[in-house]
């Protein structure tokens, strides 16, 4: 249960994000707030780099540098600006919606690109997240399809982003939002003083986007990490995807926006799709070759047999281990463990 809540509040914290971002772009240019945002996520995971730093994760590859570098200019860079000024465009409720995309839009990279199979349940699911953007983009107007574009594209980034850094194998996840929020805010808030000439940031203001960036952006991935660990990735992804929805919720609370037969039918049709992407799985026969890496983990999960004297099975902890080749069957998620083709399975995804 304390997983379950510590899910539910990164997902409020994120979806609280495009409310109050709403309110800020009134002070402030899209790249100046991006770049703001993001600082403030770094500066909220800073006091964790001493924790977060696990035995052997020093080990950085060439790989894991480019994947970060991805990271930071995709899903720090380009994607929050582009979000930013699709918000600018359409209303908070409409934009929280939107970001469902992003669900979509990984699971299909994930099939297309890095070998994560998609059913047709999953097919199916991502098909009616972008319906349900396209019925809330018509809610918009004229406008709205411009805005959607841009937030699509936002999205499309953080797929990316998500791939990326579930490839990371070197560097703990507290350390990559900790660079991710300090390259990429002080990229953006470089460029926009740059563009625009002499940017007038108030005090107030400053700080309001400095903690809106550590609790929607640093404090909210560091529940969400946390969530996974006890709950598995797929649960707590079922848990987050209740932050668009909370996003237009508080829209239409504290910006007063209406909800309009769009939006409705929109978050309808976005809750049942997603629920269907959530449910899309597979189990086969397949082959784990020997492999070294860090992340945290537990030993009664039949994937990590390395020995700890006096430690229970059920414990989570973080070192680099290796491990063996191995072979065997269970129903499964493409995670770090599960990186394999499927050209010859025995089962197929639902």
């Excluded at 080990?59 to 600018?88: I, M, N, Q």
């Excluded at 784990?288 to 414990?315: K, M, Y």
Aim: proline content about 5%.
């Amino acid at each position: 249960m304390r997983a379950v809540v510590q899910a539910f509040v990164a997902a409020a914290l994120f979806g609280a994000a495009t409310p109050a971002s709403k309110l800020l772009l009134a002070e402030l240019p899209p790249q100046a707030l991006a770049g703001l945002l993001y600082l403030g996520a770094a500066l909220a995971t800073a006091p964790s780099l001493r924790r977060s730093r696990a035995r052997g994760a020093g080990r950085r590859r060439a790989a894991d540098r480019a994947r970060l570098a991805g990271v930071v200019l995709l899903g720090g860079v380009v994607g929050p600006v582009l979000l930013l000024e699709g918000l600018h465009r359409a209303s908070a409720g409409s934009v929280a919606l939107w970001l469902n995309l992003e669900m979509a839009f990984t699971a299909a990279l994930g099939a297309l690109w890095f070998r994560d199979p998609l059913g047709a349940r999953g097919w199916l699911g991502a098909a009616g997240v972008v319906a349900a953007g396209a019925a809330v983009a018509g809610g918009e107007g004229a406008p709205g399809a411009g805005a959607a574009l841009l937030v699509a594209g936002a999205c499309a980034c953080w797929a990316v982003d998500n791939h990326l850094t579930a490839r990371i194998e070197g560097v703990t996840p507290g350390r990559v939002t900790f660079w991710k929020g300090a390259l990429a805010g002080g990229t953006n808030l470089a460029l926009a003083l740059a563009a625009g000439g002499p940017l007038r940031i108030e005090a107030g203001t400053a700080v309001a986007a400095l903690a809106v960036g550590g609790l929607a952006y640093g404090a909210s991935v560091a529940l969400y990490v946390s969530a996974a660990q006890q709950l598995g990735a797929t649960r707590a992804q079922g848990v987050f995807a209740a932050a668009p929805f909370f996003g237009a919720g508080l829209a239409w609370l504290i910006l007063g926006e209406p909800i309009g037969v769009a939006q409705a039918t929109g978050a309808v049709l976005l809750a049942g799709s997603v629920a269907l992407l959530l449910h899309s799985r597979h189990e086969h026969e397949h082959a784990h070759g020997s492999i070294e890496h860090v992340h945290d983990h537990r030993h009664d999960d039949d994937h990590h047999g390395h020995e700890h004297p006096g430690l229970p099975a059920a414990t989570r902890h973080v070192h680099w281990h290796r491990h063996e080749p191995m072979v065997h069957a269970h129903p499964h998620w493409p995670d770090l463990h599960h990186r394999h083709g499927h050209g010859h399975r025995t089962g197929r995804p639902d």
